[in-house]
């Protein structure tokens, strides 16, 4: 495949959204198409899963149920979406990716962690991001910073705790392909960096 794949991932707050678009823009400057997605919600189906597993109505729904949604729309997205832009030569920038999956359901949910392991790599075909973009924040600061809370932001700060640190385990044992950024730096200092680690990227893709 010969686009370039950027994942972003975060804890609630931790402005993924304003980031990626940032870099959409300065992609498209550099005279490259980009797709910019998320997760969940990149496709049709992927819109109703979202609102079924965000939606506060659905707060009785089994933490396996919730991981089996998750994943249908990442499998859903990876094969409409991502592998298809990626062989055109596009740029795919997604906002949350695999690892919000490992994080939330293994970190927060506690769920088996060979389990979602397993579910991570069937539902993605192990399409692992040329670069993740981990922008991390103390979970009271990112609260803070959310507007109305939905489903899962209204989780107890614990559980959020457990997603952070499992983003940073993630990020420790992959460090080539990670990007960890503080983000409560100004969006100017944390785009300059990510933009920054992306002129390399063009260098070698
Ligand atoms: P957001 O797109 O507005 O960040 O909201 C998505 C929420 O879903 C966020 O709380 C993280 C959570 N999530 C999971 O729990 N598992 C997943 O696999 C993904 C992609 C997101």
Redesign the pocket.
């Known amino acids: 495949m010969s686009g370039i794949f950027i994942a972003f991932e975060g804890g ?1 707050g931790s402005g ?1 959204s304003t980031q990626t678009q940032i870099i959409k823009t300065w992609f498209e400057k550099k005279g490259r198409d980009v797709v910019l997605t ?4 990149g496709t049709d189906l992927g819109k109703q899963l979202r609102h079924i ?2 939606d506060l109505s659905s707060k009785e729904v089994a933490p396996i149920t919730e991981a089996l949604l ?1 994943a249908a729309d ?1 499998a859903e997205h990876m094969h409409r979406v991502i592998r298809p832009a990626l062989t055109k030569g596009e740029v795919v920038i997604c ?3 695999v690892d ?2 490992i994080a ?2 293994k970190g ?1 949910r506690q769920l088996d962690a060979e389990e979602i392991d397993r579910l991570s790599h069937w539902a993605t075909d192990s399409l692992a991001p040329d670069l993740t973009v981990l922008l991390d924040i103390p979970p009271k600061s990112g609260l803070a910073r959310s507007g109305d809370l ?1 489903r ?2 209204m989780q107890p700060v614990e559980f959020h705790e457990r997603v952070r640190a499992t983003y940073l385990e993630l990020a420790a044992s992959h460090p080539k392909r990670y990007l960890v950024i503080d983000a409560q730096q100004s969006p100017e200092e944390i785009s300059a960096i990510i933009k920054e680690r992306c002129v390399l990227l063009l260098m070698t893709k």
């Open positions: 609630e993924k998320r997760q969940p919600g597993l965000l998750f990442r906002d949350r990716y919000s999956f939330y359901e927060g939905d899962m932001e």
